[in-house]
């Protein structure tokens, strides 16, 4: 998919959420079903670049999946990641912070998650809703959230200096199709136990957060560190562009297979 920078949320630049439409496919002009059939070749390159990270044991990669309620960052991963050799990948789930996480600073809880060497991080939920649940709800005042923005990306800073290269994605849904999500997780028994009272409320909070998301989106996304609006309201496409934008990071970081240690030419296995 060439093109997917398009997505990219450059540095300073200001978001304005209803300017980004969340059902496109710009970058896709076939059906649903040719853009389904597009997703086990990128699965397969995605499943041989983590294997050349693993093998490689030099870089380290953090994945940050943030959205509103019903956003799919759990269908995201395991489509993304279906084939994915599970050694050398772990998801991070971020919830209500524990009494011994909330006795220490917000960042804390998500240092100790960050990826190793050869290692694959994804956050489904991150130290960002520290600026989003804690700011709309109210659950620390404005002169404590306010400065976390810059305590955020020095930290990201931080750990991409020290050899961690850092995607971040919102997966970005309307209200409708929150509505229509929400409806199933009501009517299909399969789907029941994800609902949570909880979210109609904040579905009445919906301005609320688009606006705490557009002060994420335009401050937090650096070089370092970049943010992606990925188009979610289809969700094959958002597959698509995650794929795209993962496999295209890990292109870029020129991996190769670690030399043996000593010329195996002659060797015979008996
Ligand atoms: P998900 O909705 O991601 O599938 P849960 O249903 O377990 O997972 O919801 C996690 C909840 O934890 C969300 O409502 C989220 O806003 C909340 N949460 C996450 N981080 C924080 C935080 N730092 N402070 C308060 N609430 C948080």
Not at 118 to 135: K, T
Not at 189 to 194: M, T
């Amino acid at each position: 998919m060439d093109g997917i920078e398009r997505y990219r949320v450059r540095t300073g630049q200001i978001i304005r959420l209803d300017e980004w439409d969340p059902d496109e496919t710009a970058l896709f002009d076939g059906s649903k079903k040719e853009g389904k059939a597009l997703l086990p070749a990128l699965n397969q390159r995605l499943e041989a670049l983590q294997e050349l990270l693993w093998a490689q044991h030099t870089h380290k990669l953090l994945i940050v999946l943030q959205a509103m309620d019903t956003g799919g960052k759990d269908s995201t991963i395991r489509h993304v990641f279906e084939g994915v050799n599970p050694q050398g990948v772990k998801v991070h789930s971020f919830g209500v912070p524990t009494p011994e996480e909330l006795a220490h600073d917000f960042l804390w809880r998500i240092h100790q998650c960050t990826p190793g060497s050869g290692e694959i991080a994804i956050f489904n939920r991150s130290h960002y809703e520290d600026v989003l649940v804690v700011r709309v709800h109210e659950l620390a005042p404005p002169q404590v959230w306010e400065r976390r923005y810059a305590h955020i990306n020095a930290f990201e800073q931080m750990l991409t200096d020290e050899g961690t290269t850092i995607c971040k994605f919102f997966l970005h849904i309307s209200k409708d199709e929150q509505k229509k999500q929400l409806q199933e997780r009501l009517d299909d028994p399969s789907k029941r136990w994800k609902f949570r009272k909880q979210d109609l409320e904040d579905r009445r909070l919906w301005p609320a957060y688009q606006a705490a998301y557009e002060d994420v989106l335009t401050r937090t996304s650096t070089d370092a560190a970049p943010w992606y609006i990925v188009p979610a309201n289809r969700r094959w496409y958002r597959n698509l562009v995650v794929s795209q934008v993962l496999i295209d990071t890990l292109d870029s970081l020129r991996m190769h297979y670690p030399q043996p240690e000593e010329d195996l030419a002659g060797i015979v296995v008996e």
